[in-house]
């Protein structure tokens, strides 16, 4: 098992994923919104990052800073209401197309997608990439998930 950083390399990650996350901000106008939150006995750093969807209206990214990795997660949709073998059969099958993210439960199960870099070579390209494929990722399954999860909602 690889090390803890101590705080103060965790206070340097933190202000480079700052200023990383205002640069991406900067050049991106789906960012609406960065906000850093408040520290927890949990994790060092979490970060919100809210986009402007195409297909679902906002997504919003949390990136959590802990003691080894930077992890990341976006809530996709509610649990489905129906079909629900073949929703989850469908998210299974997209797990194999992704990459560095794969979907979960969550609360009330609620549809995630999770993933997380180690810190260990943590760089801002990096942080772009996730950042950005999370936003792809659910710009892609949005409605198709919907369509099976929901299908008697939008049957007309």
Not at 21 to 42: C, M, R, Y
Not at 62 to 68: D, K, N
Not at 115 to 121: F, H, N
Not at 135 to 140: D, F, G
Request: glycine share 6%; aromatic share 12%.
């Amino acid at each position: 098992m690889s090390d803890l950083f101590d705080d103060g390399s965790l206070a340097i990650f933190e202000r480079q994923i700052d200023e990383w996350l205002a640069k991406l901000k900067s050049v991106n106008e789906t960012i609406l919104a960065i906000d850093h939150g408040d520290p927890d006995p949990l994790y060092r750093a979490r970060w919100y990052i809210r986009m402007k969807g195409e297909t679902k209206d906002y997504i919003t990214v949390w990136l959590t800073l802990g003691q080894r990795t930077l992890r990341y997660e976006t809530y996709v949709l509610p649990a489905p209401e129906e079909n629900i073998a073949e929703f989850n059969e469908n998210l299974l099958r997209r797990n194999d197309k992704l990459i560095g993210a794969h979907f979960s439960v969550g609360l009330e199960d609620a549809v995630y997608l999770r993933g997380e870099l180690s810190l260990i070579g943590l760089v801002e390209s990096e942080v772009d990439r996730v950042v950005g494929s999370l936003y792809a990722y659910v710009e892609q399954c949005f409605r198709p998930l919907l369509a099976i999860g929901f299908a008697s909602r939008f049957a007309n």
